[in-house]
């Protein structure tokens, strides 16, 4: 007999069977074979086609098959439900973050986002990077904006609570957005330049 002749377990389970049905309803293998791929894998299990295929006309696999798939829709249907679940808390959570953002004057706010600019690119060890109150009004008002996102808020803080969370890459955007929103309704010239 040829390799055509058989399915392997992997075939098996694409044509839904389980390993506990497997093993209940097939019983041990028609055909142990050295794995191809790997010398010190386990022997392949191998199952005759025709002796498969005629049991799955059977009607307890038809009947146990049905019912697999309806128990598996159930599964993912409640498993979308909890997950949609989660990212509503999510949100409803970042929608109640207090953000509260400080009011300065528009030179105040940049001689603030200058050194806060300064402080940072030196701390990461690139002092070419540096910013005067001379600098363009656009990149004064991005690195602003940037800086009453991070020093100001619980931005930073915030993103590390959203680690592993389901809708974590929305809540991202949300949480930008929401701060965002904060800082452009004490400096709405910040909205002006984005």
């Keep these: 007999m040829k390799n055509e002749d058989y399915f392997t377990l992997t075939n098996l389970k694409e044509r839904g069977w389980t390993d506990a049905k497997i093993k209940n309803w097939l019983g041990d293998a028609d055909l142990l074979k050295d794995n191809p791929r790997y ?11 025709e002796r498969v295929l005629s049991f799955e006309k059977n009607n307890l696999f038809i009947e146990w098959k049905e019912k697999s798939k309806e128990r598996r829709l159930k599964q993912s249907n409640r498993m979308k439900e909890r997950m949609e679940n989660e990212r509503k808390k999510l949100f409803n959570y970042i929608d109640s973050i207090d953000i509260k953002i400080p009011s300065y004057e528009k030179e105040e706010l940049y001689l603030l986002a200058v050194e806060h600019y300064n402080d940072l690119w030196a701390y990461r060890g690139n002092c070419e990077k540096y910013a005067s109150i001379d600098s363009d009004e656009e990149f004064l008002n991005r690195i602003s904006n940037n800086m009453l996102r991070h020093a100001f808020s619980d931005y930073e803080y915030e993103l590390d609570r959203l680690f592993g969370k389901v809708g974590k890459i929305d809540g991202y955007y949300r949480l930008k957005d929401r701060i965002n929103k904060e800082i452009y309704d004490v400096y709405p010239f910040l909205k002006d330049d984005l």
């Design 39 to 49: 010398r010190s894998a386990p022997q392949m299990r191998l199952y005759l086609k």
